[in-house]
């Protein structure tokens, strides 16, 4: 079975702190991917990142970086220097290999960011 | 800039009436989907449809249909709209070629049904 768990179900922080979102999976398949989207309050769900599960580097991207383990089975989240900007809910995602699948979601984290 | 659009961003409803949900992607993707989201339940999938006229079964798709006619587009049916079914409905699509695992969302349609 597949399931995704974030078990932070919101979080609040002030502007400039370091804030990282949890998220844990759950697969047998060797071969999978992992997303992360952010869905801010006019609700439309905007693509991150997409993590192949045969590659296990970290990655940076501005403020944002992700830091996948295999061996916890985790897809963590972290976003350096919040801005208010950065509030939204994010979700983390798990998908199989096999083409046109879904995905699986996390119920989500909502991150509150104030000044 | 892959686009998915949907036909509405707010729709309310009567109990009873046949809803239609439209969803449009401009980038030729094969995989439609659709899903809904409620709170503490997160997103979770109702129906997808992998090339025209083909479709299955999702995790919830009791009291839906879907149709597709056309590679475009994709229409969820509400063919006797409960409250129950009050959410927001996301559409997503995917590729079968190049980066084929991403999903690309449309804004949602916040449906109310009274």
């Known amino acids: 079975a597949q399931k995704v768990t974030q078990a932070q179900t919101e979080i609040s922080v002030v502007e400039k702190e370091d804030v990282t979102l949890d998220c844990v999976y759950e697969t047998r398949d060797t071969t999978y991917y992992l997303f992360w989207y952010k869905q801010p309050p006019s609700g439309e769900l905007v693509f991150l990142i997409r993590?192949?599960?045969?590659?296990?580097q970290n990655e940076i991207s501005g403020r944002y970086s992700w830091n996948f383990q295999k061996s916890t089975s985790s897809f963590n989240f972290t976003i350096t220097a919040s801005q208010v900007v950065d509030s939204a809910v994010y979700f983390c995602a798990l998908k199989r290999a096999q083409a046109g699948t879904a995905l699986i979601f996390g119920k989500g984290t909502t991150l509150s960011v104030s000044s | 800039d892959v686009k998915v659009t949907q036909s509405s961003r707010y729709l309310v409803k009567r109990t009873g009436e046949k809803v239609f949900l439209e969803c449009v992607q401009d980038?030729?993707?094969?995989?439609m989907f659709w899903y809904r989201q409620d709170p503490g339940l997160g997103l979770r999938l109702i129906y997808f449809?992998?090339?025209?006229?083909?479709?299955e079964k999702g995790d919830i798709p009791e009291g839906y249909s879907v149709s597709r006619e056309k590679k475009e587009r994709f229409s969820l049916i509400l063919e006797s709209a409960s409250t129950n079914q009050t959410s927001m409905y996301l559409c997503a699509s995917s590729s079968d070629s190049g980066d084929r695992e991403t999903q690309y969302f449309g804004p949602g349609t916040r449906l109310l049904v009274l």
């Open positions: 449809s992998y090339d025209v006229k083909m479709k």
């Open positions: 993590r192949n599960s045969f590659d296990e």
């Open positions: 980038m030729d993707h094969e995989n």
